[in-house]
């Protein structure tokens, strides 16, 4: 299976219609070269630029996700879209992940469970989502999972109990914490004995300096492939049946004792 990670910058002096059709251009240029492509968290605004998201925000079915279906389409690719702060019909804001088949219909959409800000920004602006995600492509299962995610092993376990693989992460990962960005992908690989595909954007986002540096590693945690800090396409070949001879050679996962529908103790 072969993986294209766009790494881009999102510069604010570009428009968001602009970008729109730079990373339209970007995605077709896949074609025949990727079976999927990746794309980075809130590209259209930068995960940074809170004061964005709300008049930024799209229904569902809006520019973004049209400009990304027919990019999915021309390229004859599956496309992780990264993710857009989507408005619900009731109002509330979320941080949706949108994946589209190789044919531009919707695969999956993934409103992002853990937002970062504590109690500012994201956390107070978007509302979280409460379902996990995952699709299947014909070699591997995808568990979607967007930035701040990555810090929360549970959520992962339980893609992996879903049937995942390959474990997409798109995010706007800032420079000051780049350590924690390979440390967290290298971690997620290990202990779910999974491919992880990490995309970051680069740039600096409303102040923020971003890390880029998307990162792929294997089910051993090995980094097979890691962008630079600038805009780049990450290329890289992988093997899904590395997945199950992996869990097969070293079956860790078999000795699972706790889980997440373990009863905590009060």
Same mark, same amino acid.
């Given at each position: 299976m072969r993986a294209s990670l766009i790494q881009i910058a999102v510069n604010e002096d570009e428009s968001v219609? *602009?970008?729109r059709e730079r990373v339209s251009s970007l995605v077709r240029e896949q074609a025949g070269s990727a079976d999927l492509v990746v794309l980075p968290e809130l590209w259209t605004t930068g995960a940074?630029?809170?004061?964005?998201?709300?008049?930024?925000?799209?229904? %569902? =079915?809006?520019?973004?996700?049209?400009?990304?279906?027919?990019?999915?389409?021309? &390229? !004859?690719? @599956?496309?992780?879209? !990264?993710?857009?702060?989507e408005r619900d019909p009731d109002g509330?804001?979320?941080?949706?992940? %949108?994946?589209?088949?190789?044919?531009?219909?919707?695969? &999956?959409?993934?409103?992002?469970?853990? $937002?970062?800000g504590f109690d500012k920004g994201e956390a107070v602006l978007m509302s979280p989502g409460d379902e996990l995600v995952t699709v299947r492509l014909p070699e591997t299962v995808l568990?979607?999972?967007?930035?701040?995610? %990555? $810090?929360?092993?549970?959520?992962y376990? !339980?893609?992996?109990? $879903?049937?995942?693989?390959? %474990?997409?992460? *798109?995010?706007? @990962?800032?420079e000051r914490r780049r350590a924690h960005w390979t440390l967290l992908a290298q971690a997620r690989a290990v202990e779910n004995q999974a491919y992880v595909l990490a995309c970051g954007s680069a740039g600096t986002h409303a102040g923020v300096?971003?890390?880029?540096?998307?990162? #792929? #590693?294997?089910? @051993? !945690?090995?980094?097979?492939?890691?962008?630079?800090?600038? =805009? =780049?396409?990450?290329?890289v070949e992988l093997d899904p049946a590395k997945v199950g001879a992996?869990?097969?050679?070293?079956?860790?996962?078999?000795?699972?004792l706790l889980g997440l529908d373990t009863p905590r103790r009060p």
């Open positions: 219609n *602009s970008r940074f630029a809170y004061e964005l998201f709300a008049a930024e925000a799209e229904p %569902l =079915e809006g520019p973004t996700f049209d400009a990304m279906s027919k990019a999915a389409a021309d &390229a !004859g690719v @599956w496309l992780h879209a !990264g993710s857009i702060p509330p804001l979320y941080n949706t992940a %949108l994946v589209f088949a190789p044919d531009g219909t919707l695969a &999956a959409a993934y409103r992002k469970i853990h $937002r970062f568990g979607v999972t967007t930035c701040y995610d %990555l $810090r929360f092993p549970e959520l376990r !339980g893609l992996v109990d $879903r049937g995942a693989e390959t %474990l997409v992460v *798109s995010a706007g @990962w800032p300096e971003q890390a880029g540096h998307s990162i #792929v #590693v294997d089910p @051993w !945690g090995e980094i097979l492939a890691e962008a630079g800090a600038g =805009e =780049e396409v990450l290329r992996t869990r097969e050679q070293f079956p860790a996962l078999k000795d699972r």
